[in-house]
């Protein structure tokens, strides 16, 4: 079968990734075997590809939004009949024994694996899951639509969770792409008035159309005062910004798996009045769970950008270039 593979991690114009004929994967105890019909391009991807999260299997297949068709199973794997069409996240297995398994925390888990980081993903025309950690989607969405839910969708909802953002509150949202867009949707059917800093153009246009309340270029502060915020781009220095535009008691979440470094803090001007920082860790299935029962509740626009699946490379360049607000979704099957 073919796959894209990261071979030599770095700047995504350098060709770090060569596309191969690979062998088919075999699925083992509890595993299932998923034909890919689609997988979305995340930014964590391109993270992987440049070598911005340490290389943790060589020759790796990247891609963790995946929608497919599960074609065959392991030992033990009876969830789902061949022929089911399915979704993989990005957190692919936890241990379900340390601490924080055992308290339902399972994205804290300190033995998790990863679909694209540690084990093979969905840039390839087949790979191997655990069916556990599957999740059933909807039937309402299609392939193009449903494959940026699985991780753009389901990140943003758990970092709109960790913002605490009161209803009928104001959120500010610093970057607006793939997960942004998604999350702003969310929060504005909550009653929640959203306000939107983001350097790219397109980013700006779609969070207009889209209803953001205020939209700003980067280095622009929202006009109010802030309960909440999420920080989507990978940018530490936008961190004092953000803290400094929210209100008394608000809160920052940081969204991100990699983020460059965050500068001194003033305690005055960006922390005291019990603002605060938060970070957000993978997700639960149960925060996967409840993404997808909203997706298929409210009515989402999902800005979704096709890439064949032989041009993998192009999406990557064009995700890390900002030539597109919304998700790139590669199209693996017909």
């Not at 890919?36 to 939004?65: F, I, Q, S």
């Not at 009653?191 to 207009?208: D, I, K, M, N, S």
């Not at 989507?232 to 936008?238: K, S, V």
Request: charged share 25%; aromatic share 6%; proline share 8%.
């Amino acid at each position: 079968m073919r796959a894209w593979r990261v071979t030599d991690p770095g700047p995504i114009r350098s060709g770090p990734m060569s596309f191969d004929e690979v062998a088919e994967p075999v699925p083992g105890d509890g595993e299932i075997v998923v034909r890919v019909r689609t997988c979305g391009v995340c930014r964590t991807d391109l993270h992987v590809a440049e070598g911005d999260l340490p290389v943790r299997r060589p020759h790796l297949v990247p891609g963790h939004e995946v929608v497919g068709e599960v074609a065959a199973a392991g030992p033990g794997a009876e969830r789902f009949s061949p022929g089911t069409r399915i979704g993989i996240p990005w957190l692919r297995s936890t241990c379900g024994t340390c601490r924080f398994c055992a308290r339902g925390d399972e994205n804290l888990c300190v033995d998790p694996t990863f679909t694209g980081w540690t084990h093979d993903g969905g840039y390839a025309e087949a790979l191997v899951a655990p069916e556990a950690w599957a999740y059933e989607v909807p039937d309402t969405i299609d392939d193009l639509h449903l494959a940026p839910l699985l991780c753009a969708g389901i990140i943003g909802y758990r970092a709109l969770k960790r913002a605490e953002v009161p209803e009928g509150g104001r959120l500010g949202i610093w970057g607006f792409g793939g997960s942004a867009h998604i999350t702003a949707q969310v929060a504005m059917s909550r009653g929640v008035e959203v306000h939107v800093v983001t350097r790219g153009e397109p980013g700006r246009r779609l969070a207009t159309e889209l209803g953001a309340t205020w939209v700003g270029e980067a280095g622009e502060a929202p006009p109010v005062p802030l309960d909440s915020a999420i920080l989507f781009a990978p940018a530490g220095e936008l961190v004092p910004p953000a803290l400094e535009a929210l209100d008394r008691g608000g809160t920052l979440a940081i969204a991100g798996i990699h983020l460059s470094d965050i500068p001194a803090l003033d305690h005055q001007r960006h922390l005291f009045g019990e603002r605060q920082v938060r970070s957000v860790t993978a997700n639960t299935r149960a925060d996967g769970r409840e993404l997808l029962e909203l997706a298929a509740d409210i009515d989402l626009h999902l800005d979704v950008h096709p890439y064949p699946f032989e041009e993998a490379d192009r999406a990557l360049i064009d995700l890390a270039e900002d030539r597109f607000a919304g998700a790139a979704v590669l199209t693996v099957a017909d």
